[in-house]
């Protein structure tokens, strides 16, 4: 019985979805430019990645948002300048850093005071 549930749990796999992001600055307003670039971007990094003989990563998808802070949960640390969304305001964009309104300034999770429910920790 207890060799049974050992090598159920040796042979037990768990699927992971691993979420990687990156922030590209592009100059002037020309969408033709933009669009361009990230279809340059996005095919060079849309691929599978070997870590090593045992690690394969398969890839999945690959998306993109324009960090528009007028139109989209994203706006500039109030102290560090580093992107951020806001996890107390509805559609929070996922791979951005976290943060949250403090005293009326948008705080990423490292600015944000180590009590604040969004503050970065260690102990999730
Ligand atoms: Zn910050």
Not at 19 to 35: F, H, K, P, T
Not at 42 to 66: A, P
């Given at each position: 019985?207890?060799?049974?549930?050992l090598?159920?749990?040796?042979?037990?796999?768990?699927?992971?979805?691993?979420?990687?992001?990156?922030?590209?600055?592009?100059?002037?307003?020309?969408?033709?430019?933009?669009?361009?670039?990230?279809?340059?971007?996005t095919?060079?990094?849309?691929?599978?990645?070997?870590?090593?003989?045992?690690?394969?990563?398969?890839?999945?998808?690959?998306?993109?948002?324009?960090?528009?802070?007028?139109?989209?949960?994203?706006g500039?640390?109030?102290?560090?300048?580093?992107?951020?969304?806001?996890?107390?305001?509805?559609?929070?964009?996922?791979?951005l850093c976290?943060?949250?309104?403090?005293?009326?300034?948008?705080?990423?999770?490292?600015?944000?005071?180590?009590?604040?429910?969004?503050?970065?920790?260690?102990?999730?």
């Amino acid at each position: 019985m207890k060799t049974f549930s050992l090598e159920r749990q040796i042979n037990m796999k768990k699927s992971v979805l691993i979420n990687v992001s990156y922030i590209v600055e592009v100059e002037g307003e020309n969408n033709e430019a933009l669009n361009k670039l990230l279809d340059k971007i996005t095919h060079s990094i849309s691929e599978n990645v070997t870590i090593n003989s045992d690690v394969q990563l398969k890839w999945e998808g690959t998306s993109s948002v324009e960090l528009d802070e007028k139109n989209v949960n994203c706006g500039r640390c109030s102290n560090c300048g580093g992107w951020v969304t806001d996890r107390e305001k509805p559609n929070y964009i996922e791979g951005l850093c976290d943060g949250a309104t403090h005293d009326g300034k948008l705080l990423c999770d490292e600015c944000l005071p180590s009590d604040h429910r969004w503050a970065f920790s260690l102990w999730y």
